[in-house]
Structure formats: C-alpha cells, structure tokens
C-alpha cells in the first residue's frame, strides 16, 4: 500500500516536469541570458583589450620609451625577434622579453611619426 502511494506521487512529479517544448526552453532561458550578459560586459571587453595590447607589442620599435612589467621606465635601443634591448640609463642596458612590456611611456600617434 505504501509503494503505491509512492508511485501515484512520483508520476504526478514527472507529469509537472514535463510541461511540453516550452517547459525545458524555459527552463534553460536564464542560464542564457547570464551567459550573454556575462559575455558582452566580461568576455568581449576583456578579448578586445588583449588585442589592442598584442598589437601594441607588434609594434614596438627602436626608439620607443615603454614601461614594463616590474615598474621600469626605458628606451628600446635595438629590436632582436621577442627580445628588446632596452636603455634604462646611459650605457646601462638590459634585456627584456617582448611580452613583458605592460605600456608605451609616452606613444607617439602615426600622424606626428610621418611629420617628424
């Protein structure tokens, strides 16, 4: 007697569940929606910025002020591949990886580059 009290309860349950195609679809509807949400406020602004700043490495040439990783200010004095010589102080260079180059110190816009 008490199992079939279990099974009445349980197909009730199921039946509930179920609620046809728009049952599962609502269901699903907000994961959606903070997956898009997350997307266009974190993911995209974040890969739009990684861009921009890979680009920035691209092109970083001779002569360029920069900034590194560790806080320290410099001028590119020569260009190996990923490898920058960087002049911290006259006469006193280092080497440094291309990538841990953080920001321009002062950049300079391509219009003032072509007038120089």
Do not use: C, W
Request: cysteine-free; aromatic content about 8%.
């Amino acid at each position: 007697m008490f199992f079939a009290d279990v099974a009445h309860a349980m197909g009730a349950a199921g039946q509930q569940a179920q609620g046809g195609p728009m049952g599962a679809l609502g269901s699903f509807l907000p994961l959606i929606l903070m997956f898009a949400i997350f997307y266009f406020l974190l993911i995209r602004p974040q890969q739009k910025k990684a861009k921009e700043h890979k680009a920035m490495l691209d092109a970083i040439q001779r002569g360029d002020r920069v900034l590194t990783a560790g806080g320290i200010y410099g001028r590119v004095t020569a260009v190996d591949g990923d490898e920058l010589t960087v002049e911290l102080a006259e006469g006193m260079q280092v080497k440094v990886e291309r990538s841990f180059v953080s920001n321009l110190a002062n950049p300079v816009k391509k219009e003032e580059k072509k007038d120089k």
